[in-house]
């Protein structure tokens, strides 16, 4: 074999474990081995059977072995280390590498051949002027559901945690988050005369002194020089005032004020007050407090409800979100929200569903319900506050309704299922019906006197699973399609998988979990699928480091955050969905949003904790930010004597600019890719501008707290004399090319 072809077969992989004289790779005919020992700062070349003896190890480039935990990570040396073994396969030698890992005292064994490395060949690729599809000008957006207190301690701006004491069968009623204050004592009590039955617990504060309670926050609470708006309802006879505050981990008063009391002994009055701290807290765990004077409680005890503390929101909106989070979705620029969900759409019960009708109106009337990720949300991230949260961000609703299938297995038998279809068009009116139907006027009743308009309806949630799919194809899709359709023609109806045969015009929902090669080899998985049914990409994320099968679900190990290999991956996937735009509606990595303090799944594409300026944009964001901002009106065919791998590519065209747009990713290659890009009638010294990310490392990742280790590059081209764009793109980067 020449030196070329040895080059372009070289095996990259990547393992982490240990490795002793014993653990070596076995092949029948080994030609060389090499190892760069980075960490130590050495490099060499041997033959043979020399090796370093138990050495801590990572083979840099695509695949990984074990993962260990960031700690054990952080404090293993690094060596990358390069194995080339040469076998005969059929007339030609092929590299093929055998990986055994150490992983406590088994061994594993990786035959990494789908994902050989490339050598870095030239590519040309010429794109037409016409040919193309329009797109759904949906081509990236975002999915939330109540999972990683991503609303509840996250993007639903309220700071305070276990604000009205609502429990479930599932997670009951408790003190979780207060402590007691002053010499007071604190019990849950559910009153003859509660705040409303939707609430039906508050909690009863008895002192003789100083009295009150005392919130943790989610997890701490961010002290700045801004106006925090509180409220809190009291039922008793009380003759003093209330004094609501601010308060370091040491118990330094950051912000406080007094509340007049209005409280009566026979119904509940609800105080509002505002906070304003002079300085920033440099520590996140600070907590909120609301205390009184016990001597002056007539019956030496005062009854407490929805006590509520809001920093400034997003466009101001009472009830609203968290500023910085909205701010980074604002900056990757998503055109559409699935919501709202998701596993917690569907449930752990048919019972525990997500019902609509008990998200909306004044939040006393809200109950609260167990989410399926493990803890009690309070319902106050509603119906409405989505639709207003598409208005800020410019979004495209994408609604899901529940389709009849709880997580549990259980579903409503066909004679029982029109009350939910039912239910689906009674939610779709509220939305969209005027104030003269019924639905409609109940939204302008709850404040929304405008209706929303909706394209998308996608009935439930990954119904192929849970021993759901016959039932869905047999009865459930077909009854909520006809009802949909036959009352809102216009809407798009979207099944929740397409593993079936979908009717009429409806579309479908793929998701997808995997490895970043197994994402390599999705990338043509839409070129021959039927464009009569359109699908959303509702769900993706490259979640778990290569190991040469894939994701074993009884036994996952996922990345705490993205990581850059991954995200090139992803990006891989997202420009063969690009290439066929006109069968694609949308793509949206999941999960969205991630409380690095209390969570249930990783990685996801935003993470944080109570501080904002530790915000993590992790590595997807950057790519999935530098394509939404180049969103393409219309593909253009492109044509290239180069097969696809290790550049990966989509062209087309903005017809609001009249831009050609180039989108690339390199995955796998051992060397730059010189690339020749021509767009049929863009001339000579047309400008362009190229835009390049590229990161330190296959496995950086954007931590909370930490730096972002995503380089991004842009510099201005011009067509040579053919017409011809010329530039390289580096092993592992993610490029758009745009004519000015």
């Known amino acids: 074999m020449n030196e070329a072809k040895k080059e372009r077969w070289l095996p990259r992989c990547q393992v982490f474990g240990k490795l002793s004289t014993e653990d070596i790779p076995e092949c029948k005919s080994w030609k060389s081995r090499e190892y760069i020992d980075r960490a130590r700062g050495r490099s060499a070349a041997e033959t043979g059977a020399s090796i370093y003896p138990s050495i801590t190890f990572r083979i840099p480039g695509h695949g990984v072995g074990h993962y260990p935990s960031t700690a054990a990570k952080n404090n293993m040396p690094r060596i990358d280390v390069v194995y080339l073994c040469f076998v005969h396969i059929g007339k030609d030698q092929r590299a093929e590498p055998l990986v055994e890992t150490v992983h406590g005292k088994m061994l594993h064994k990786y035959l990494l051949l789908p994902l050989l490395a490339s050598y870095g060949a030239a590519v040309t690729i010429s794109v037409a002027k016409s040919g193309g599809n329009a797109t759904s000008g949906l081509q990236y957006g975002a999915m939330e559901e109540e999972i990683n207190h991503c609303g509840e301690g996250g993007l639903y701006a309220e700071l305070i945690r276990n604000r009205a004491f609502q429990g479930s069968s599932k997670f009951p009623t408790s003190l979780d988050a207060w402590t007691a204050a002053g010499d007071s004592s604190l019990s849950l009590k559910n009153l003859t005369d509660p705040l409303s039955t939707a609430l039906p617990t508050s909690v009863n504060v008895k002192g003789s002194g100083t009295a009150g309670?005392?919130?943790a926050g989610f997890w701490g609470i961010d002290v700045r020089p801004q106006k925090y708006s509180g409220s809190f309802y009291v039922k008793g006879s009380y003759s003093g005032s209330f004094t609501a505050s601010l308060l370091s981990p040491s118990g330094k008063v950051l912000a406080t004020t007094k509340v007049n009391s209005k409280s009566k002994a026979d119904s509940w009055v609800q105080h509002s007050f505002t906070l304003t701290p002079k300085a920033k807290s440099s520590d996140i765990k600070n907590t909120f407090s609301l205390t009184f004077d016990g001597s002056k409680a007539s019956s030496g005890s005062l009854d407490f409800n929805l006590i509520s503390l809001f920093p400034p929101t997003w466009n101001d909106r009472p009830n609203g979100m968290r500023k910085d989070l909205m701010q980074?979705?604002?900056?990757?620029?998503?055109?559409?929200?699935?919501?709202?969900?998701?596993?917690?759409l569907e449930g752990d019960t048919i019972e525990g569903r997500w019902k609509w009708n008990e998200t909306i109106g004044p939040l006393k009337d809200r109950p609260g319900r167990?989410?399926?990720?493990?803890?009690?949300?309070?319902?106050?991230?509603?119906?409405?506050e989505y639709m207003e949260w598409c208005d800020d961000l410019?979004?495209?609703?994408?609604?899901?309704?529940?389709?009849?299938?709880?997580?549990?297995?259980?579903?409503?038998p066909e004679s029982e299922l029109d009350f939910y279809v039912q239910d689906a068009l009674n939610e779709i009116e509220f939305l969209t019906g005027s104030v003269d139907t019924e639905y409609g006027a109940l939204r302008a009743k709850v404040g929304h006197p405008e209706p929303w308009k909706i394209k998308y309806v996608e009935v439930g949630n990954e119904d192929n699973l849970n021993s759901g799919l016959e039932s869905y194809k047999a009865y459930r899709f077909p009854a909520f399609y006809k009802a949909i359709t036959a009352k809102y023609p216009d809407i798009q109806v979207l099944a929740s998988t397409i593993d079936m045969t979908i009717p009429g015009t409806a579309g479908g929902d793929y998701h997808l979990y995997d490895t970043p090669d197994n994402f390599i080899t999705k990338f043509n998985m839409f070129d021959s699928y039927s464009k009569e049914h359109p699908i959303l990409l509702g769900e993706i994320a490259a979640t778990e480091p290569n190991n040469g099968v894939g994701i074993d679900w009884s036994n996952t190990h996922f990345s705490l955050y993205p990581w850059w290999i991954g995200s090139v991956a992803e990006a891989v996937l997202l420009l063969g969905a690009e290439r066929n735009a006109d069968k694609i509606i949308g793509t949206t990595y999941a999960p969205f949003l991630m409380n690095k303090d209390s969570y249930q799944w990783s990685p996801t594409i935003?993470?944080?904790n109570s501080n904002p300026d530790q915000t993590a944009r992790s590595t997807s964001f950057h790519i999935y930010s530098l394509f939404n901002h180049n969103i393409m009106t219309n593909t253009l065919p492109s044509t290239s004597p180069d097969s696809f791998g290790p550049l990966y590519y989509a062209t087309g065209l903005d017809s609001k600019t009249n831009s050609h747009i180039f989108k690339g990713a390199v995955y796998n290659s051992t060397a730059d890719v010189p690339v020749s890009l021509t767009f049929e009638g863009v001339g000579r010294g047309t400008k362009a501008d190229l835009t390049i990310l590229t990161a330190p490392d296959a496995f950086s990742m954007n931590a909370v707290g930490g730096s972002n280790h995503v380089k991004s590059k842009t510099t201005q081209i011009k067509a040579g004399k053919k017409g011809e764009f010329s530039f390289k793109l580096p092993n592992l980067s993610v490029a758009v090319l745009s004519t000015n």
Do not use: C, H
Request: aromatic residues 10%; without cysteine.
């Open 213 to 215: 309670l005392i919130n």
């Open 328 to 344: 980074a979705m604002k900056d990757m620029g998503p055109t559409f929200l699935r919501f709202p969900g998701g596993n917690n």
């Open 370 to 384: 167990a989410t399926t990720w493990q803890y009690q949300e309070t319902l106050g991230l509603g119906l409405i």
């Open 394 to 412: 410019n979004m495209e609703p994408i609604l899901a309704v529940w389709g009849g299938l709880a997580l549990n297995g259980d579903l409503v």
């Open 606 to 608: 935003l993470s944080f």
